[in-house]
């Protein structure tokens, strides 16, 4: 373990981190599940077009959510610890 600023960092490693790919595969799935049964299956032009780029619009919008919560946990992980840094007790 790394630490520095008391923030720890993990190192994640390859029996770490396959759980999260599972995780990707069964999310990429179930939202793929979701884009053939919307309402984008009922279109008459390129539907097959049409589920994909629904499925890579949903794929999106999963990993910009994802990428704001961690941000955010991150800076509320800064703020808690700043007040720490310059502690003279």
């Known amino acids: 373990m790394y630490q520095k600023y008391n923030v720890p960092y993990y190192v994640c490693t390859k029996s770490t981190s396959l759980p999260l790919y599972v995780a990707l595969v069964a999310g990429s799935v179930s939202i ?3 884009s053939i049964t919307s309402h984008n299956a009922a279109v008459h032009f390129l539907p097959s ?3 994909s780029l629904d499925w890579l619009h949903f ?19 800064l703020c808690d610890d700043s ?4 502690d003279e007790d």
């Open 32 to 34: 793929l599940a979701n």
């Open 49 to 51: 077009l049409s589920i």
């Open 59 to 77: 794929m999106a919008v999963s990993r910009v959510a994802g990428i704001v919560l961690h941000i955010h946990h991150a800076y509320n992980t």
């Open 83 to 86: 007040r720490y840094l310059n």
